[in-house]
């Protein structure tokens, strides 16, 4: 007997699973696969193993989300008043000048069992590497996901990633996986993958709709057509959940947009999948809620997150919470953080496919 | 991030639990199921349903069981959403997932060593059936387990990843298709891993020449 009838052996030894083993990742499987797919223009990037530059991240955060909310606010009174107020916010916000970067922290589901924090510094024009560090996923659905191969469905930020069909009331804690990267520059992306393009869009709210009509294409499973009011609101919410900081002049837009949308709801108290409360506008489909929730005090944008209604047709819970991001903090940073080359490997698994050998991370 | 798309034929996830169900009646190959899944993503299950337990065994086989579960459910969860990458050229994505896998595995190598070291030192495997029904030849059985779990542990992640994909019965080109290296590499990295362990089997437990269905089983 060699050594390959033992390790034939030694491999052979092992039972095949109990099926109830495989139940939970079947679950994560199939839940992904009712996902929406993403648009495609959004963020395609990738990720390179460029020279990790600055040495201390020196964040200005010119806007913090996490205040704590009062309790005796009173809501808005519709959904268009909402989004009316949300869209005054939004036009004060700073600008960011090309050469800086945007930073976002953002809270959601990561691996299959635990929410993850993601810090993403990303360059404004996207001429620069950008930083992403992920708490609580560090696998494909995390960091990896921003090596997507240029060309590919474009990544979602972490909180994207497979909701639990559970009903969560308040969200897991993140696990202690770890993981940091460099973001390869972005330049020669579509506008709407960075924030400098995106102040190229169309700030009046009816031609900003027209634009997205014409960009935004969302890939409707055979025999199923989505309105285009559907359209609209899908495109308006992926952008927000993949830029968090927008040009201040647009993200209003986007809100007086979603105030001419037929069918928008206001849902008066709402708690965000980092537990905080808020008041949210809801757009509805198929038996889903799909809410963009803010601050009831200052009526900043702070998440969003997708809710089944009852009698859903695909057996969901009532009130369970598919999905959901929280934006913790974003501002406006001047430098990004260092990463340490013993961690850059780790986010460049599709990388090490390429190259063939990942040697240990 | 949400529900919009739906098909007349979505399972009803509150089913969704038993992993064999009748989802592969059809007689559609890997291929031909990706290739329908990029426009009804639900097909998918039908490629977990396939290759699940295979995929989970070598992984119990790598890091023990439990991380087995999340393993599982990582590379099926890469492999859907890159989907749209399988090359249709090759009917069974079995390479294709197991290679997801090892490079998933491969980044837990720590975890892999650990988990041989255990092994190494109480002869105890907790990816294999009871130790029971080996009675008869446990303590041949143990210490050939130890042994080869030391050799294991000592190698580095790429010389394992074609060592136990060659054990779990790929060929070179198999091996080299999942891992997207060429079979020439394929071929001088699994005679290194091989000649390590036979190294390292030779000064911890002589194995061989044995009788033939004896200790060492």
């Known amino acids: 007997m060699n050594e390959m009838d033992l390790l034939e052996q030694f491999c052979a030894a092992v039972p095949p699973p109990d099926p109830a083993r495989l139940t939970p990742a079947r679950t994560a499987l199939l839940t992904r696969t009712l996902a929406r797919p993403r648009t495609r223009w959004i963020r395609p990037r990738g990720l390179g193993i460029l020279a990790a530059t600055a040495a201390a991240a020196a964040i200005v955060l010119v806007l913090t ?84 191969l240029p060309g590919q469905t474009p990544p979602a930020l972490a909180p994207n990633a497979a909701a639990t069909r559970a009903s969560q009331v308040s969200a897991p804690p993140p696990s202690d996986t770890s993981c940091s990267a460099i973001i390869k520059g972005t330049s020669g992306s579509p506008p709407a993958s960075t924030y400098a393009g995106l102040r190229t869009l169309p700030t009046d709210p009816a031609a900003l709709l027209r634009y997205l009509d014409e960009h935004f294409q969302p890939t409707a499973a055979p025999g199923q057509t989505l309105s285009p009011a559907t359209r609209e609101y899908l495109a308006i919410s992926d952008i927000l959940e993949n830029l968090g900081v927008l040009p201040g002049r647009l993200e209003a837009a986007m809100f007086q947009a979603l105030q001419r949308l037929p069918g928008m709801t206001l849902v008066p108290h709402v708690t965000d999948y980092a537990g905080r409360a808020g008041t949210a506008a809801a757009w509805t489909n198929d038996g889903f809620e799909f809410e963009l929730i803010f601050n009831p005090a200052t009526y900043q944008f702070i998440g969003q997150q997708e809710i089944v209604l009852p009698g859903n047709r695909f057996g969901y819970a009532a009130g369970a919470r598919l999905w959901g991001m929280s934006l913790l903090a974003s501002g406006v940073a001047s430098t990004v953080p260092s990463v340490p080359e013993t961690v850059q490997f780790c986010a460049l698994l599709w990388q090490d496919f390429a190259a063939g050998l990942p040697a240990g991370c | 991030m949400s529900q919009v798309l739906h098909h007349a034929h979505d399972p009803d996830p509150a089913e969704t639990g038993s992993a064999d169900t009748d989802t592969d009646t059809d007689t559609d190959t890997d291929a031909d199921v990706i290739s329908e899944s990029a426009s009804a993503p639900d097909r998918f299950a039908v490629i977990f349903d396939r290759h699940a337990p295979a995929v989970h065994r070598y992984a119990a086989r790598r890091l023990g069981p439990d991380a087995a579960d999340d393993l599982v459910a990582e590379t099926f969860l890469t492999a859907f959403q890159r989907r749209t990458v399988f090359d249709p050229r090759y009917a069974t994505a079995r390479p294709w997932l197991f290679g997801i896998a090892t490079h998933l595995i491969a980044r837990r190598h720590r975890d892999e060593t650990r988990f041989y070291r255990a092994i190494a030192r109480t002869g105890i495997d907790p990816a294999a059936e009871s130790v029971d029904d080996q009675a008869t030849d446990r303590v041949a059985a143990q210490a050939s387990r130890k042994g080869l779990a030391a050799a294991l542990a000592a190698l580095n992640a790429g010389e394992r990843n074609v060592l136990l994909l060659s054990a779990s019965g790929f060929g070179y080109t198999e091996i080299a298709e999942a891992l997207a290296v060429p079979v020439g590499t394929v071929s001088s990295r699994l005679a290194r891993a091989r000649k390590k362990v036979r190294t390292a089997l030779g000064g911890v437990n002589p194995i061989d020449p044995e009788p033939e269905g004896d200790a060492g089983r």
């Open chain 1, 65 to 148: 989300l996490a205040t704590p909310f009062g309790a005796s606010l009173t809501p808005p009174a519709s959904a268009a008043t909402l989004l009316q107020r949300a869209a005054q916010a939004a036009v004060s916000q700073p600008a960011a000048a090309a050469g800086q970067y945007i930073y976002t922290e953002v809270t959601g589901p990561g691996d299959t069992n635990a929410s993850a924090v993601v810090k993403t510094w990303q360059s404004v024009d996207g001429t620069r590497p950008g930083v992403v560090e992920s708490r609580g996923t560090c696998g494909p659905l995390g960091t990896a996901q921003f090596g997507e």
